[in-house]
């Protein structure tokens, strides 16, 4: 797993899994997403982007599957 925290006004960190081809993204505002099929030079050039939200919404944003923190436990009220 390769990780990154970003300079960016939209996103706080990316973490990528090689193996999964997994990307990981914890925006700000909204919570952690994870694209699957990507591949790692998305990774590499999002940590590298002068300006990662643009380059996220030009290559990452409707481009692959996402979804909402697959791994977030939601709780409910018992009783």
Do not use: H, Q
């Not at 994870?34 to 998305?42: D, E, L, N, Q, S």
């Not at 940590?47 to 996402?66: H, L, Q, V």
């Amino acid at each position: 797993m390769r990780a990154a925290k970003l300079n960016s006004s939209m996103i706080s960190r990316i973490a990528y899994d090689d193996e999964a081809e997994a990307l990981s993204i914890w925006f700000k505002e909204t919570g952690r997403y994870v694209y699957y099929g990507v591949p790692g030079a998305i990774f590499d050039a999002l940590r590298r982007a002068p300006s990662a939200g643009r380059f996220f919404n030009e290559s990452i944003k409707r481009r692959y599957r996402c979804s909402f923190d697959p791994d977030r436990r939601r709780f409910r009220p018992t009783g």
